[in-house]
Every structure is written in C-alpha cells, then in structure tokens.
Nanobody
Framework: QVQLVESGGGSVQAGGSLRLSCAAS????????MGWFRQAPGKEREFVGA????????YYAQSMKGRFAISTDNAKNTVYLQMNSPKPGNTNFYYC?????????????????????WGEGAKGTVSS
C-alpha cells in the first residue's frame, strides 16, 4: 500500500505563488507515476499535471501549462506542485495521486481512474 499526504495548502494573493507538497510512504518503490488533480466546489476533478518516476518527464493539461510546475525530491519521497500567478477567486482542493503504472502518454496520464492511490487533498484559495 501507498499513503499520500498533501501539505502546504492555504491562501495566496493573485500574482503570488503557492507550493504544495505530497509525501509518499509505504511501498513507494512501486510508484511509477505521480499526478496532481484539482477540484473546485461543485465541479468535477480535473487533471493538472504529473511526473513519471522512470525518467522524470512532466506532463501538464494544456490549460495548466505555464501556470503550474511539478518537481520531485526522491530522497524525501515527495512531489511538489508549484502554482504561479494564480487567478483571483479560485478555490480548489488539490489532490496528489500515485500509480504503479508508468503512464507515459498524454492520453492516460490525465485520467484519474489510472491512479490507485490518493491523498485527502489540500485546499488552495486565491484572493484578489
């Protein structure tokens, strides 16, 4: 089993930046893909981006490119989501997800059903 815990959520002003962390524990050697999703109140969960463990390649949803950056610290089993210049009025829960499958195509990496493990989410609010 794999456990994921997000942290770093909070409030940020428009034009600022916010970094979320996702710490993985348990059978982390089996993780081949780590993803980030977000969900606004009353809306469906949407893919933000992901990183594959084998080669560190990052993938982003088209609408998220340039606004988010994903990185990892393998020594800490932690994945980060950097949010840059967020738009005001946005409130989302950001979820970290992990898969034992190397999702190395844009087609699969953005599908929530491809991920077996999920964190409980961290809230990010952007104020004007």
């Amino acid at each position: 089993q794999v456990q994921l815990v997000e942290s770093g959520g909070g409030s940020v002003q428009a034009g600022g930046s916010l970094r979320l962390s996702c710490a993985a524990s348990g059978r982390t050697l089996r993780i081949l893909t780590m993803g980030w999703f977000r969900q606004a109140p009353g809306k469906e969960r949407e893919f933000v981006g992901a990183i594959t463990g084998n080669d560190g390649t990052t993938y982003y949803a088209q609408s998220m490119k340039g606004r988010f950056a994903i990185s990892t610290d393998n020594a800490k089993n932690t994945v980060y989501l950097q949010m840059n210049s967020p738009k005001p009025g946005n409130t989302n829960f950001y979820y970290c997800a992990a898969s034992n499958v190397w999702l190395n195509t844009q087609t699969y990496i953005g599908k929530a059903t491809r991920y077996s493990y999920w964190g409980e989410g961290a809230k990010g609010t952007v104020s004007s």
